[in-house]
């Protein structure tokens, strides 16, 4: 990778007064960073969460640290379906517009198959589906930037993975009902975060929107995110593995730093990625990454989102194609 003068950090953030986004998963880790960061550049924040309690927390914590801030909990659990869509009517029925809409919750390799409430694997579930269903039902409120005068476009950024390198797309058996395994069950959501968020951009350009696209990844940060998954686990590595990726990952401060460029930055462009520039990506400030080739496999991202509609029951309110 070639060296990144720029050193982008959340200092550079430009005034976002007027402005109120929708963070997933924001109670905890990347989310819950990239909410505070927002709010310190006066960006309304809604916190998206699946606990009330831990939802109310995050946002004591955040008013304690920007006691002017605008935040909001908004409950919304990514695996189910009934509460994915309860939280876009209540947004909704406020007839707010909102920008940026940030596709940050996730879930990673429980040891063990789950299922969400609507029966699909769990980081399938949770990590595509829920988000490729929160963000179709929500559009209405991204494209109505017409009511704010020279607004800018609207942004949709989806958190994925440098994980997703090396994933099966594997369409006979999304759902893992044969053989599951948490890793390759993980990549594969992570993978389909960038099918799905570069073939929105493609629609999105299509139907010439006013709003465009872009996938982060956080290199390798300490959050909750191994314990919470990994860690349930009960053999050796699984008790380890917290433990191991602590010791050489990256704050959650910095891991937000790329979602937080791509979400407000003015030279982010649509269909991009963005992840980190250390080491392996693992770490380090923002800048333009290159996904695996598969991420960019058309044909593969259109039967991703057919698949997605079908199971999901959510069609996105955007035409097909304009000359
Ligand atoms: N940390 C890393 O090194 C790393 C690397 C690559 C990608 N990522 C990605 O970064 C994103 C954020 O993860 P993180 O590292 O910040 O982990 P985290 O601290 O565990 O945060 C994950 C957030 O997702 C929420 N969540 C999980 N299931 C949900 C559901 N069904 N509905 C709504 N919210 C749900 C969690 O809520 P609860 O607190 O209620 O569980 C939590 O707020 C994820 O998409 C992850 O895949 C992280």
């Not at 109670?27 to 310190?40: M, V």
């Not at 919304?76 to 909704?92: M, N, Y």
């Not at 390798?220 to 995110?225: Q, R």
Request: charged residues 20%; aromatic residues 8%.
């Amino acid at each position: 990778m070639s060296p990144n003068p720029q050193r982008w950090t959340a200092a550079e953030i430009p005034a976002q007064a007027g402005k109120l986004a929708l963070i997933t998963g924001a109670n905890s880790g990347i989310g819950c960073q990239t909410a505070l960061e927002l709010a310190r550049a006066r960006c309304g924040v809604i916190l998206g969460c699946r606990d009330r309690i831990r939802g109310d927390a995050a946002r004591a914590h955040i008013l304690a640290l920007v006691p002017a801030a605008h935040v909001e909990v908004l409950a919304l659990d990514l695996a189910s379906l009934e509460s994915v869509r309860a939280a876009a009517d209540r947004f909704l029925s406020t007839g707010r517009h909102l920008s940026p809409l940030i596709n940050n919750a996730g879930v990673l390799a429980p040891p063990r198959r789950q299922l969400t409430r609507d029966g699909f694997e769990l980081q399938f579930g949770t990590n595509h589906l829920g988000h490729f269903a929160l963000t179709g039902l929500l559009l209405p409120a991204l494209l109505s930037p017409d009511a704010i005068p020279g607004a800018a476009p609207s942004r949709i950024v989806t958190v994925s993975s440098i994980a997703h390198r090396g994933a099966a797309m594997d369409f006979a058996d999304l759902q893992w009902e044969r053989g599951y395994r948490p890793w390759p069950a993980y990549r594969r959501s992570k993978l389909a975060n960038l099918l799905f968020g570069f073939e929105l951009e493609r629609r999105l350009e299509k139907a010439r929107a006013a709003a465009f696209s872009v996938v982060v990844h956080p290199g390798v940060s300490s959050t909750n995110l191994f314990a919470a998954g990994p860690g349930q686990g009960h053999g050796l590595i699984a008790r380890l593995t917290p433990a191991v990726i602590a010791l050489f990952a990256q704050s959650g401060a910095q891991g937000a730093l790329p979602t937080l460029y791509a979400a407000t930055a003015p030279e982010i462009r649509g269909g991009h990625f963005y992840g980190c520039d250390g080491f392996r990506e693992m770490r380090g400030y923002p800048v333009e990454v290159r996904a695996e080739t598969q991420a960019y496999d058309e044909a593969m991202a259109a039967k991703l989102w057919e698949v997605s509609e079908n199971l999901t029951g959510v069609k996105y309110p955007l035409p097909e194609s304009q000359p």
